[in-house]
């Protein structure tokens, strides 16, 4: 348990890293940055596999299917959707929706316990005082909704591969599959223009992007998923905007203000609200088990 918490903050405190970063690669084209972004994690996963022995494994058609459905919602769906979604309304709206993460997990997770469900609750307040409360148009909501689908099945489609493929291989295959689909989405809307050589600065901020949020952070959320299942893990999604603070705070290009300390505090509140009790209810005296979980 002690693990999977530490890990669940750690992956989704990089996560929210990435905010530092997005200066620098603002100006490369979008859908290649993307590709080249999980090209490389790609790379270092598959070479991480093959140095741990951890050989390639056969799917059957439903793992199959589970494992091309990770990839397309949860990476290359959800990039795409947070990516029109702020084109349309900026970064505060797709930020306020995604914001409700840890309560959809916790309510998709079997019949959570009160307790959990009002440490989501508490994290989605500390989450969207932090992002803002967005306003928009229709389709930019449209896209952040997209984006949420996408960030949930990120982790929900991921648990019935972890037990045969584990945290490395999920990591590996799921960032391999998005790279063409990435590619093919780049050429039609970017063309020939998808690539450049990145400057200095660019070339880093993608190899941080990567290494640590996705090759490290991806590795460490799908350790944690299994030991703590989807709603309780859910609760650290709330530590996406604390990690662009503390960003922000460290690469001296934003101070946080006092809804940002108080929404950060929140957050940290929510948590320890959502971990000092059972995950789930009790019907009839027996822990009612996740849905999510095969």
């Known amino acids: 348990m002690r693990n999977g918490v530490l890990g669940a903050a750690s992956a989704m405190f990089l996560v929210g890293t990435l905010a530092g970063v997005s200066g620098v690669i603002q100006n490369y084209p979008v859908y290649g940055g993307q ?5 490389a994690a790609a790379i270092i996963l598959l070479l991480a596999t093959r140095m741990a022995g951890q050989r390639f494994v056969r799917l059957t058609a439903r793992e199959t299917l589970l494992l091309i459905g990770l ?19 900026g970064p505060a709206l797709p930020g306020t929706v995604l ?9 998709i997770d079997g019949r959570p316990a009160p307790r959990l469900l009002v440490g989501a609750g508490v994290v989605v307040a500390g989450a969207t005082l932090v992002a803002g409360l967005g306003s928009g148009d229709l389709p930019s909501l449209l896209w952040s909704l997209g984006a ?3 960030e949930v099945s990120f982790s929900m489609l991921a648990i ?20 063409p689909l990435l590619a093919v989405i780049g050429l039609s809307v970017e063309g020939s223009a998808m690539l450049r050589v990145p400057t200095l600065a660019e070339g880093l901020g993608f190899a941080y992007l990567a290494v640590v949020v996705t090759t490290i952070a991806f590795f460490l959320w799908y350790s944690s998923l299994p030991k703590l299942g989807p709603g309780t893990a859910g609760l650290f999604a ?5 990690g662009a603070i503390v960003t922000g705070l460290a690469l001296g290009v934003a101070v946080p ?10 957050v940290i509140a929510g948590i320890v609200v959502g971990l000092s009790g059972p995950r789930y209810a009790d019907v009839g005296g027996v822990p009612a088990p996740a849905t999510g979980r095969s």
């Open 35 to 39: 590709a080249v972004r999980y090209l």
């Open 71 to 89: 990839s397309v919602l949860g990476l290359v769906i959800f990039n795409v959707c947070v990516i029109e979604a702020t084109r349309h309304a």
């Open 99 to 107: 914001g409700t993460v840890p309560l959809v997990l916790a309510l």
């Open 148 to 150: 949420l689908v996408g």
């Open 160 to 179: 019935p591969l972890l037990p045969k493929l584990g945290a490395m291989r999920v990591s590996a295959y799921s960032t391999a599959l998005a790279v």
């Open 238 to 242: 709330g530590l996406i905007p604390v």
């Open 257 to 266: 203000s006092a809804p940002d300390l108080l929404g950060a505090a929140l």
